[in-house]
């Protein structure tokens, strides 16, 4: 590889690492031990590649294709990028996978005995972006959740060795909630795409239509509809959060981030009175932080 590129793909993968500080929550904080960090932001690499190449948001000059194999006439075909990705994860745990950010990730799933299948589930969520649009029930809604959210949870769990079936069940509560409120702040975003991720049952029972939605600013249908959806989002992070109290030390703190970044998301949507149309509303730091010392308050307590 020449030098130029070589730059290219070190600068495509320090970009979609970087996207980290974009979250709701933090990924790999500094006070958790360097191996932990190192093993959660190689996951958080793979789940952003997966998301960016779904959202086709990869980096422009085309080295994710190049390294997952893709010829530049496929380099925007995202189902063949993502049918890539699933065949070079699959030299993570067997071979020598191409593309470096499934490279870093082969230690961390050596070290932590992890096996394929959350990983094929994030790719396979992305893959049904690609052919599902809209989205009938909360039902429906839930079982593409346990796709594209409860299975990186899952992942956290089986990094710090904390999988115990009532925590994934909590576990994937959070991340449920976590990927609704993403949802949320991304509305106009996701129409854009042309994807909603707002039941289609609930749209009815608020009366909103999707001209509703492509408006710039929030009508009271589209404001009562979104408190409804943060309101189901702020319940299972509650129903979640025993979680928190049943880890300890560094990694209690971990997970009441994570908790933590949900609720003052949810506050930051409340505070805008629900109008997500005219910008996603983004958690500051100060609340984040409340948040996750109540959170911490409520695991001591219970812990």
Same mark, same amino acid.
């Given at each position: 590889?020449? /030098?130029?590129?070589?730059?290219?793909?070190?600068?495509?993968?320090?970009?979609?690492?970087? =996207?980290?500080?974009?979250?709701?929550?933090?990924?790999?904080?500094?006070?958790?031990?360097?191996?932990?960090?190192?093993? @959660?932001?190689?996951?958080?690499?793979?789940?952003?590649?997966?998301?960016?190449? *779904?959202? *086709?948001?990869?980096?422009?000059?085309?080295?994710?294709?190049?390294?997952?194999?893709?010829?530049?006439?496929? /380099?925007?075909?995202?189902?063949?990028? @993502?049918?890539?990705?699933?065949?070079?994860?699959?030299?993570?745990?067997?071979?020598?996978?191409?593309?470096?950010?499934?490279?870093?990730?082969?230690?961390?799933?050596?070290?932590?005995?992890?096996?394929? *299948?959350?990983?094929?589930?994030?790719?396979?969520?992305?893959? &049904?972006?690609? @052919?599902?649009?809209?989205?009938?029930?909360?039902?429906?809604?839930?079982?593409?959740?346990?796709?594209?959210?409860?299975?990186?949870?899952?992942?956290?769990?089986?990094?710090?060795?904390?999988?115990?079936? /009532?925590?994934?069940?909590?576990?994937?509560?959070?991340?449920?909630?976590? &990927?609704?409120?993403?949802?949320? &702040?991304?509305?106009?975003?996701?129409?854009?795409?042309?994807?909603?991720?707002?039941?289609?049952?609930? @749209?009815?029972?608020?009366?909103?239509?999707?001209?509703?939605?492509?408006?710039?600013?929030?009508?009271?249908?589209?404001?009562?509809?979104?408190?409804?959806?943060?309101?189901?989002?702020?319940?299972?992070?509650?129903?979640?959060?025993?979680?928190?109290?049943?880890?300890?030390?560094?990694?209690?703190?971990?997970?009441?981030?994570?908790?933590?970044? *949900?609720?003052?998301?949810?506050?930051?949507?409340?505070?805008?009175?629900?109008?997500?149309?005219?910008?996603?509303? =983004?958690?500051? =730091?100060?609340?984040?932080?409340?948040?996750?010392?109540?959170?911490?308050?409520?695991?001591?307590?219970?812990?």
């Amino acid at each position: 590889m020449t /030098e130029t590129r070589q730059a290219r793909t070190d600068a495509a993968s320090r970009a979609t690492l970087g =996207k980290a500080a974009d979250e709701n929550f933090p990924v790999a904080p500094f006070f958790l031990p360097r191996a932990w960090r190192d093993d @959660l932001m190689a996951v958080y690499g793979f789940a952003r590649l997966v998301d960016d190449i *779904g959202d *086709g948001d990869l980096a422009p000059g085309g080295a994710d294709a190049r390294h997952l194999g893709v010829g530049p006439e496929a /380099e925007d075909d995202r189902v063949a990028l @993502l049918d890539a990705l699933e065949a070079d994860l699959h030299r993570v745990f067997d071979a020598t996978p191409q593309h470096p950010l499934l490279r870093a990730l082969q230690p961390t799933v050596r070290r932590r005995g992890l096996t394929p *299948g959350p990983f094929v589930g994030l790719i396979a969520a992305n893959r &049904q972006d690609q @052919l599902v649009r809209r989205y009938e029930t909360y039902d429906d809604l839930l079982a593409y959740c346990e796709l594209s959210a409860n299975t990186v949870g899952r992942l956290v769990l089986a990094i710090s060795g904390t999988d115990t079936p /009532e925590r994934i069940r909590r576990s994937d509560e959070i991340c449920t909630a976590l &990927q609704i409120v993403e949802h949320l &702040q991304d509305v106009a975003e996701d129409l854009a795409r042309d994807r909603i991720y707002l039941p289609a049952e609930d @749209l009815k029972r608020f009366h909103v239509t999707e001209r509703d939605l492509a408006a710039p600013t929030a009508g009271a249908s589209v404001r009562a509809l979104i408190a409804f959806e943060a309101e189901r989002a702020r319940e299972l992070l509650h129903a979640g959060a025993p979680l928190v109290a049943s880890v300890h030390g560094r990694f209690r703190v971990l997970l009441a981030g994570f908790t933590a970044g *949900g609720l003052a998301a949810l506050d930051a949507i409340a505070d805008a009175r629900y109008d997500v149309l005219s910008g996603p509303p =983004k958690a500051t =730091k100060p609340s984040l932080m409340r948040q996750a010392g109540a959170v911490l308050l409520r695991a001591r307590r219970e812990g």
